[in-house]
């Protein structure tokens, strides 16, 4: 097993990934006249099963024992409604809505709540008896940064699953545009599959920035062989000594 000082991929590319490819899906959707149930149900599936993909093999290339659950569970989810998006018989307006409603409400909790975790359990010692701490060593914790980034796209992503909610899938408007001598029909589908190319075109833009952004060293997560954590433990390793300055007399 690699250290993680050693891994040649971090979670930087993995954000870089997802958003490449939130972008192409966001790119397709915006430049196609045709924003049927087939057509967003095709970008979906692609987008999802990439996407999926990218945080699966980040399981292993990237997370570290102990931080890898949410990539697990968040890309098995994600591969699953692709995959189910891609077939034929769902390819229709009820099935977009379901496939992608279930896949935002989910993925996004499950993104949610693996942020939330990182930025309120740090230096947390768990306790297995009243007033005795654990001694098991304590389960990894990644920067700072990466919990608000997965904190913020999981609420996004259900904020997708809420939006797509309040449209009625049968909604028809019709409207004419008197310059083009042409009449138009706003549909229920049309507004889904325009969400979720506002939704994959946030999502690109704020991880195509956090994936560039420069990362700082968090001290609560600071190795024992890098420079915050030998600062830590000298300044542990003085304490008792600086603790009694009062020289000891020889009982002799």
Not at 22 to 37: E, Q, V
Not at 66 to 95: E, F, H, K, Q
Request: hydrophobic share 50%; proline share 6%; charged share 15%.
């Amino acid at each position: 097993m690699t250290s993680a000082d050693s891994r040649t991929f971090a979670v930087r590319h993995v954000q870089l990934a997802r958003a490449a490819f939130a972008a192409i899906a966001a790119l397709m959707i915006t430049f196609s006249p045709d924003h049927s149930a087939a057509v967003g149900s095709a970008v979906f599936s692609g987008f999802a099963i990439a996407t999926g993909l990218v945080l699966l093999l980040a399981v292993w290339l990237v997370y570290p024992a102990g931080r890898r659950w949410p990539a697990a569970a968040v890309g098995g989810v994600t591969v699953a409604a692709g995959m189910a998006s891609g077939l034929y018989p769902l390819r229709t307006v009820a099935g977009y809505f379901a496939i992608v409603i279930v896949w935002a409400l989910v993925s996004g909790l499950l993104e949610l709540i693996a942020g939330w975790r990182g930025l309120s359990g740090r230096r947390e010692r768990r306790e297995i008896a009243p007033g005795i701490a654990d001694a098991r060593p304590a389960v990894p914790v990644g920067p700072r940064s990466e919990s608000r980034d997965a904190a913020v796209i999981g609420a996004i992503t259900i904020l997708l699953g809420i939006g797509l909610l309040f449209v009625q899938p049968a909604y028809a408007l019709d409207y004419t545009i008197e310059e083009a001598h042409a009449t138009f029909t706003l549909t229920g589908i049309t507004i889904g599959v325009g969400l979720f190319g506002g939704y994959a075109a946030i999502v690109a833009v704020y991880l195509g920035i956090a994936g560039f952004s420069p990362r700082t060293a968090d001290p609560d997560t600071a190795a024992p062989g890098t420079a915050a954590g030998l600062t830590a433990g000298s300044a542990t390793a003085d304490a008792p000594a600086s603790a009694d300055p009062t020289p000891q007399k020889d009982s002799a």
